[in-house]
């Protein structure tokens, strides 16, 4: 008889539901604010790490040195390595490139790119200012090549465009000799020219 | 347009059959020269706008294959994407197969390149040409044909002037970095915020369910109430008076449960109303025992040794908890 079982098992499962109502209601009432209280904290956490994180930012940013582990937040990460760019103690700055690669986002690590880039281009500039032209080629490949990244990174930067521009007419790349495809190559050296009015001082 | 045809691999010859096999395969060869050729169609680029492109910019190519039917690009021969010259770099392939007409099938791929040339003035570049080999997609068949896709001009412009003004420190040709974003704690701090609110708001329906200060004097908890009291006696549970106070306190809580004061003959009746504590009939049976004895009964301390206090803390715990499961809607049935 099927009519007659079908209440029966609707009638047992509301009075499990009433023998488990008291139990499940004041479980709840106890999970409620302590889990309620969990959530407060770990965000509470949350926002201070990254009111800590502007503090350093702002910090570096107004040339006072902090450590920072590759741990940190990916903004903090970018400050300090533009911070070691800026000193040129690039070597330092490689692990956090390596931490920023992984935890960043792409607009982060163009960033960071473009801040190599500057470095290396400033640096280039100080040797064609200092009429060292041999080492100053090689800085600006790399400089390009940090632009090249940056901009595939985050094509909306237009000042790592400009920059480029600038870089690119340090050193041209010259479209012959088997270059037509394949991996930017190593500037050469004997290929320079540029654009700056006068010749580099020391030069005759 | 070209085609080939290789031999199935099933059909490979045995040593002793090479020279045999070579013969066939340049028959097969032969023999499918001529309807792979008809195997592409044309072949068009598509490009929204191939020209006013600066240094760093995106562009996309559309690039349209007319395969016959059954014939599908391979994906390995598809241009990959990574830097392709000097100055160009292939950001992102895709193809998809488009209508079906007359036979072939138009398959669509696009592409998006990026250009990092450098120009002094406005130029005209050559997009590289390259291949896209179609193999049939019947089973067994190995035949394939190669879609070339030819090079095509685009035209780039130049950011700045030829000739920028002299400047005494080159580095001021360089544009600035903008500052370097900062993290938002804004969501966070709401967040935390909010968790706080709703973890407040839990703790008030909890104390309000269990009868906690300040919300501890409710009718509707009047054996929260009186279990609590109850446990602060029982700190002093050798004391004669402890236990006559325990009582009492019982006593009010079932008083103000009920609205009225329920004497030991009116249990049965407190129960009907208050099917909640059916469960604990005898409990409260032999609590209105000890308590006649206590209270009118010849020897007092009898009462304490027939329901001892720890059965009286139990009992009072026991009937908290049944007010605060039966407290909404009281459906409870008795049992």
Known sequence: MRTRIKPVAAHSIAALWR??????????????????????????????????????????????????????????????????????????????????????????????????ANARLRQAFAKLEAGQLDPAAPLVGLARQAYRRALTLRPEAWDARFNLDVASRLVRDLPERGRERGEEMPADPKKIWTDIPGQPRGLP | MRARATMPPDRMPSPARIARAGILAASVLLLT????????????????????????????????????????????????????????????????????????????????????????????????????????????????????????????????????????DPTEYMRPESPVPRRDPGPARALAWAFAALGLAGLALLARDRAWWPLHRRPARAFAAAARQVRRLSARSGDESAYRDALLALHRGLDRTDGRRVMGEDLPAFLARHPAYGALAQPLDRFFAASRAAFFGRDPAAARRHWPFPDLVATARRLAAAERAGAPGRAEAAS
């Open chain 2, 33 to 168: 020269a001529l309807p792979a050729a008809a195997q592409i169609g044309a072949v068009t680029v598509r490009s929204p706008r191939p020209f006013g492109l600066f240094l760093g910019d995106r562009f996309d190519a559309t690039v349209e294959i007319e395969a016959a039917d059954g014939f599908a690009p391979q994906a390995a021969s598809l241009p990959k994407p990574g830097p392709l010259t000097y100055w160009l770099d292939l950001g992102s392939v895709a193809v998809a197969p488009g209508p079906l007409r007359d036979g072939n099938r138009l398959w669509r791929l696009s592409l998006t390149y990026q250009t990092f040339y450098a120009a002094l003035d406005v130029r005209r570049l050559d997009i590289p040409a390259f291949t896209v080999t179609f193999a049939s997609e019947a089973a067994r068949s190995t035949t394939s044909a190669a879609a070339e896709v030819p090079s095509w001009p685009i035209l780039v412009s130049p950011l700045r002037e030829v000739q920028p003004p002299p400047v005494a």
């Open chain 1, 19 to 116: 023998r488990a109502r008291g139990p499940v209601r004041s479980g709840l009432l106890v999970a409620l604010p302590l889990a309620a209280a969990a959530g407060a904290i770990v965000c509470a956490g949350l926002a201070w790490r990254d009111a800590r994180a502007n503090r350093a930012i702002a910090a570096l940013e107004a040339g006072t040195d902090r450590a920072v582990g590759a741990e940190a937040p990916p903004e903090l990460l970018l400050a300090r390595i533009r911070f070691l760019a800026a000193r040129e103690r690039f070597e330092e700055a490689e692990p956090l490139l390596a931490a920023l690669d992984r935890t960043g986002s792409a607009d982060l690590r163009g960033r960071a790119q473009v801040s190599l």
